[in-house]
């Protein structure tokens, strides 16, 4: 399956096109255009939906079907709102790669708002493939229907991202006893303000991380009452935070 697409039984084509000029013909990439033409056998005249991941869904009518350079023109523009949610996660990256992927799609999947790879002191592999990742969530994206992108950014530090921090709700996951960490799935959760939860490395934050997040306004949180992986936890915080 092409990376970019999603063909859908009973609808139409879904692809992915960044930032198109929606004023005249577009032309598509030659990886889509190959899948359109070659893989689809779509001709001229039939349509398809593009979106650019900013809640813009696009009908569009094939003009030229050349499977380097096919051309599209767009004949209706429908903008769909977005998650009221606003969710983000600053989530540790983990050694194992593949983990790490798994939860960019699901969280995708979930309607988060926002991902942030974070490197914190016992955080194993710092080593980020940017395209890669954002390609993840573009395929997840258009595999779940959906016309909004998560924000991805490259990694950042840990003490960066909690002085930065600029949500109305702002909580912290750690596996450490503390008489003040309450369980989030029983906090008030405000679906109108932005919300953060950090997420720590396989090794847990460090005893100074987390006093530097209560001193900037984090909630101590426990996601259950197993311990769970880096990736798992950061599922389970953006299902119950979308709650």
Not at 19 to 42: A, G
Not at 157 to 178: P, R, W
Not at 217 to 235: N, Q, S
Request: include cysteine; charge should be negative; aromatic fraction near 8%.
């Amino acid at each position: 399956m092409n990376l970019f697409s999603f063909f859908y039984s009973m609808a139409l084509p879904f692809f992915y096109i960044e930032n198109p000029d929606v004023k005249n013909s577009i032309v598509l990439s030659e990886e889509t255009s190959k899948h359109i033409v070659q893989v689809l056998r779509m001709q001229n005249g039939e349509q398809l939906q593009l979106t650019d991941g900013k809640g813009n869904l696009f009908t569009a009518e094939i003009t030229d079907n050349n499977r380097k350079r096919c051309a599209v023109s767009i004949i209706q523009t429908i903008n769909q709102q977005g998650s009221t949610a606003n969710i983000s996660i600053a989530i540790s990256l983990v050694k194992n790669s593949s983990r790490f992927e798994w939860f960019l799609e699901k969280a995708t999947e979930i309607g988060v708002t926002e991902i942030i790879p974070l490197v914190c002191t016992r955080t194993e592999k710092q080593h980020f493939r940017f395209e890669r990742m954002n390609g993840i969530l573009i395929s997840a994206m258009l595999q779940s229907q959906q016309t909004w992108l998560p924000l991805l950014h490259e990694p950042v530090k840990y003490n960066d991202a909690i002085t930065k921090a600029v949500q109305q709700q702002k909580f912290i996951a750690h596996c450490e006893d503390e008489k003040d960490k309450v369980q989030l799935a029983g906090q008030p959760i405000n679906k109108s303000t932005g919300k953060l939860i950090l997420i720590g490395p396989e090794g847990d934050f460090t005893k100074e991380e987390i006093d530097m997040a209560l001193q900037h306004g984090f909630t101590p949180v426990a996601l259950g009452d197993t311990r769970l992986r880096t990736e798992t936890a950061g599922i389970v915080a953006a299902v119950l935070l979308t709650q």
